[in-house]
Nanobody, 127 residues
Framework: QVQLVESGGGLVHTGGSLRLACTTSGRIFSINMMAWYRQAPGNRRELVAMDISGSAVSGHNTTYAEPVKGRFTMSRDFAKNTALLQMNNLQPEDTAVYYC????????????????WGQGTQVTVSS
């Protein structure tokens, strides 16, 4: 089994910054994708940032949702199988529960990755 745990959420004022972290544990052979999603009350869960890659050596590609471009930066530690989300210039509309997701292969024989989710961390931006 694979577990994802998010941390770093909290309450900030408009214009402030937070850095979220996603740590993984369990049986992990490789992670093909890690992503951050968010869900505000009454809204559907939406993609914030996604990193699709094999490793830091083979190259990777990070995409961002339009509302966060230029303000949020996603990074990965491939050795530790962790992901960070640096969020700057936060706005009240960024208030949501932020979730980490990862597409994980648990063995070399596991051809199709399984997507796992964390429990989420609350981010609240006050105006």
């Amino acid at each position: 089994q694979v577990q994802l745990v998010e941390s770093g959420g909290g309450l900030v004022h408009t214009g402030g910054s937070l850095r979220l972290a996603c740590t993984t544990s369990g049986r992990i052979f490789s992670i093909n994708m890690m992503a951050w999603y968010r869900q505000a009350p009454g809204n559907r869960r939406e993609l914030v940032a996604m990193d699709i890659s094999g490793s830091a050596v083979s190259g990777h590609n990070t995409t961002y949702a339009e509302p966060v471009k230029g303000r949020f930066t996603m990074s990965r530690d491939f050795a530790k199988n962790t992901a960070l989300l640096q969020m700057n210039n936060l706005q009240p509309e960024d208030t949501a529960v932020y979730y980490c997701a990862a597409a994980v292969r648990t063995s070399a024989a596991h051809d199709i990755p399984t997507v796992y989710w964390g429990q989420g961390t609350q981010v609240t931006v006050s105006s």
